[in-house]
């Protein structure tokens, strides 16, 4: 069975940092971009951001670009996400995802493995 479970979520203070976890197991993603997407309440889910099978390339909302890094760790089928400068507006549930293909996509169309998710809560 096919399991992608985030983990690092919590409570932080604004301007604070936290970093997110993703485990990927039942399968390897060496071969398939990985991305991290959130949803607030209320809201659609939304792109965070991307990276390439090979870490080589990444892509960024504009929102987080500068304060949010993904990068990945083929070896141990794990990708993370680091939160720095973190915004009361960056609160949300975030979602590891699986991508069908190599390349770093901004599309939920393009995911088809998802994890269930982990709150991020950032306190003003």
């Known amino acids: 069975q096919v399991q992608l479970v985030e983990s690092g979520g919590g409570l932080a203070q604004a301007g604070g940092s936290l970093r997110l976890s993703c485990a990927a197991s039942g399968r390897t993603f060496s071969s398939n971009a990985m991305g991290w997407f959130r949803q607030a309440p209320g809201k659609e889910r939304e792109f965070v951001a991307s990276i390439h099978w090979s870490g080589g390339s990444t892509l960024s909302a504009a929102s987080v670009k500068g304060r949010f890094t993904i990068s990945r760790d083929n070896n141990k089928n794990t990708v993370d996400l680091q939160m720095n400068s973190l915004k009361p507006e960056d609160t949300a549930v975030y979602y590891c995802?699986?991508?069908?293909?190599?390349?770093?996509?901004?599309?939920?169309?393009?995911?088809?493995?998802w994890g269930q998710g982990t709150q991020v809560t950032v306190s003003s």
């Open positions: 995802a699986a991508a069908t293909g190599p390349v770093a996509t901004e599309y939920l169309i393009d995911y088809d493995y």
